[in-house]
Every structure is written in C-alpha cells, then in structure tokens.
C-alpha cells in the first residue's frame, strides 16, 4: 500500500484523498500572534478595566492627581505580569503538545495493531 496512491480516471492520474493529520494542538498562539491576541486576552478579565480607566483618567488634565506616566505604570505591571504568566503556560501547553505528538501508536490495519 503506497501511501500515494494513484487512480485512473478518464486517462489521468489523481492522487488518494489526503487525511487529516492526527495532531494534538492545544496552543492558543504563534510567535506572530501572541502580543496582540494576549494583549486583547487581558480585557476579559473586568479588574483591568480598572486600571485602564484610571489610567485613562489621569490623562485629564483638570482632575490629574498624578503624572499620567505613573498612573500608567499600574496598568503595565498588570498587563506585563499577567502576559508572562501567560506566555510561561504557552510554552509549556507547546511543550507537551509536542511530547503527545511524538508518542509512538499503534495502528489498526486489517483487523490488527501494528
């Protein structure tokens, strides 16, 4: 049994449907897009709402209690400390995604596992 397969039809050669591959992927993210989808992950939680309208807040001149890069610094250490914590648990779902993947199977072909 090759695995490509050849049919006649009509005098030309088409190969066999191609499965799917039988791969586990519980990752969230890429490289590319895990700023951005982390970065928007962050509004589901309320709390940080919180602090970007704080933040926000001290962007108005006339009711300005602090500088608006400190009252921003609250907000960058939520958003920093959650992302890390975020990216730590990335790596270690693509760690074992990985160790799944490579685990040797048995296959059933013809009524037995090979």
Known sequence: NN??????????????PK???????????????FFPGSFLAQFKRKYNFYFLAVTLLQAIKPIQTVSFGLACLPLIFVFG????????EEIRRG??????????????????FH
């Open 19 to 33: 499965y799917k591959k039988n791969k586990i992927k519980t990752t969230k993210y890429n490289w590319l897009t």
């Open 81 to 88: 400390v959650s992302m890390i914590r975020e990216l730590i």
């Open 95 to 112: 760690r074992q995604d990985k160790i799944v993947n490579n685990r040797e199977t048995l296959v059933l072909r013809e009524d037995k």
């Open 3 to 16: 695995q490509e397969d050849m049919n006649s039809h009509e005098g030309s050669l088409t190969k066999a």
